[in-house]
């Protein structure tokens, strides 16, 4: 098993910028691939970005390409997400997630951290 716990979110006015972070525990080395989501009230939950546990590859939904950058730190067991020139359309519950070695799905989810971009 693996815990992910997201931290950082709050309120930012518009073209302003947050980093959250999402600690991983338990089962760490069996990760394979870290990603972000984000689910907006009344919406479906939305792909943000992922990162390769090992190799660090990233990949971004158009939405955020350019504006969000995904980083990790291994020796931390951490995963963070930058987000700079934020938009009110970035208002979101943020959620990190896990898929682990084996598995081609995310399996693992934390509790989401809230991000409120004002105009």
């Known amino acids: ?37 984000r689910q907006a009230p009344g919406k479906e ?20 390409k350019g504006r969000f950058t995904i980083s990790r730190d291994n020796a931390k067991n951490t995963v963070y997400l930058q987000m700079t020139t934020l938009k009110p359309e970035d208002t979101a519950a943020y959620y990190c997630a896990a898929v682990p070695r084996g598995s081609g799905t995310f399996e ?3 509790q989401g951290t809230q991000v409120t971009v004002s105009s």
């Open 45 to 64: 939950r939305e792909f943000v970005g992922r990162i390769g546990w090992s190799n660090a590859v990233t990949v971004y939904a158009n939405s955020v």
């Open 108 to 110: 693992y989810w934390g």
């Open 1 to 37: 098993q693996v815990q992910l716990v997201e931290s950082g979110g709050g309120l930012v006015q518009a073209g302003g910028s947050l980093r959250l972070s999402c600690a991983a525990s338990g089962r760490t080395f069996n990760i394979n691939i870290m990603g972000w989501f």
